[in-house]
Nanobody, 123 residues
Framework: VQLQACGGGLVQTGGSLRLSCVAS????????MGWFRQAPGKEREFVAA????????AYGVSVKGRFVISRDNALNTVYLLMNNLKPEDSAVYYC?????????????????WGQGTQVTVSS
């Protein structure tokens, strides 16, 4: 599975962005999909995950209530809608696929990773 994340950019505090992650090479419909982020000098952090059919989601504490993860299996795409962005949300955001299908919040459970997309939130 190859994952391509896009949609990052520069946004002001309080703004919104929608990230997309498109998969190729294999259908995503049986994978749990997750988003993680990593800021300079910090460890990779769990952001959100969605199970294979979209019925179950999980969010990191720092983004819960502001970010929404969704998926369209017909388009082999997972999305991350980020609202009310804060400077501390600035990071490289990575999408990942976990072939167990169930929601996972631990990065070592994921089998495939995209290349990352930069999100910068200005104050």
């Amino acid at each position: 599975v190859q994952l391509q994340a896009c949609g990052g950019g520069l946004v002001q505090t309080g703004g919104s962005l929608r990230l997309s992650c498109v998969a190729s090479g294999r259908a995503l419909r049986r994978y749990c999909m997750g988003w993680f982020r990593q800021a300079p000098g910090k460890e990779r952090e769990f952001v959100a995950a969605i199970n294979w059919n979209g019925a179950e989601t999980a969010y990191g504490v720092s983004v819960k209530g502001r970010f929404v993860i969704s998926r369209d299996n017909a388009l082999n795409t997972v999305y991350l809608l980020m609202n009310n962005l804060k400077p501390e949300d600035s990071a490289v955001y990575y999408c990942a696929a976990d072939n167990t299908g169930d929601v996972d919040t631990e990065d070592d459970m994921y089998d495939y990773w995209g290349q990352g997309t930069q999100v910068t939130v200005s104050s």
